[in-house]
T-cell receptor
Framework: QKEVEQDPGPLSVPEGAIVSLNCTYS??????FMWYRQYSRKGPELLMY????GNKEDGRFTAQVDKSSKYISLFIRDSQPSDSATYLC??????????FGQGTRLTINP | DGGITQSPKYLFRKEGQNVTLSCEQN?????MYWYRQDPGQGLRLIYY???????QKGDIAEGYSVSREKKESFPLTVTSAQKNPTAFYLC????????????FGPGTRLTVL
């Protein structure tokens, strides 16, 4: 079993929809949780960074962490075609190395 | 502009040849990392360096080598011992190894012919 599981998709939704992207993990010691966005043939860019449980909002993006269920989510409101990309979750335990999910490929259709 | 640069963007290599991928950063970050990305497998850590003249193996170091002679530079050599080198290679950096927000370069696509 992988430490971090992420549905690879692909996920295709119409413009304006609310998108929910999810990861589950097995290591209860993970404390730091990140979401990266990666456009095709580009490097990942850090979108959201959260510590421990709870929600964090930044514009149209909301990151949610539920440590009791070992489950994290990224919500995108009012999705735009420019949001079409692969979204990677990543997490770690303090100064330990990051563990990445496989990435979910998302397409927003105009 | 502050950031991480990788060169070249595309690289072709014949089997049996060593090749070196460049990674430079001007963010004044202490820690640097090399990852490999394959379709459907996420990112896997090859090597990382916490400070100059120091580096540690990641999860898939076999067939790779690195050096860290300058803070700004962390080149990766893919040797002929790497059995399946065709992949997308990503370099990243963070302020130090305790600060786990990592920032990535644009990547190098290596194809072995």
């Amino acid at each position: 079993q992988k430490e971090v599981e992420q549905d690879p998709g692909p996920l295709s939704v119409p413009e304006g929809a609310i998108v929910s992207l999810n990861c589950t993990y097995s290591n209860s010691a993970f404390q730091y949780f990140m979401w990266y966005r990666q456009y095709s043939r580009k490097g990942p860019e850090l979108l959201m960074y959260t510590y421990s449980s709870g929600n964090k909002e930044d514009g149209r993006f909301t990151a949610q962490v539920d440590k009791s269920s070992k489950y994290i989510s990224l919500f995108i409101r009012d999705s735009q075609p420019s949001d079409s990309a692969t979204y990677l979750c990543a997490m770690c335990q303090g100064a330990q190395k990051l563990v990445f999910g496989q990435g979910t490929r998302l397409t927003i259709n105009p | 502009d502050g950031g991480i640069t990788q060169s070249p963007k595309y690289l072709f290599r014949k089997e049996g040849q060593n090749v070196t991928l460049s990674c430079e950063q001007n963010l004044n970050h202490d820690a640097m990392y090399w990852y490999r990305q394959d379709p459907g497998q996420g990112l896997r850590l090859i090597y990382y360096s916490q400070i100059v003249n120091d580096f540690q193996k990641g999860d898939i170091a076999e067939g790779y080598s690195v050096s860290r002679e300058k803070k700004e530079s962390f080149p990766l050599t893919v040797t002929s011992a790497q059995k399946n080198p065709t992949a997308f290679y990503l370099c990243a950096s963070s302020i130090n190894v305790d600060q786990n927000e990592q920032f990535f370069g644009p990547g190098t696509r290596l194809t072995v012919l």
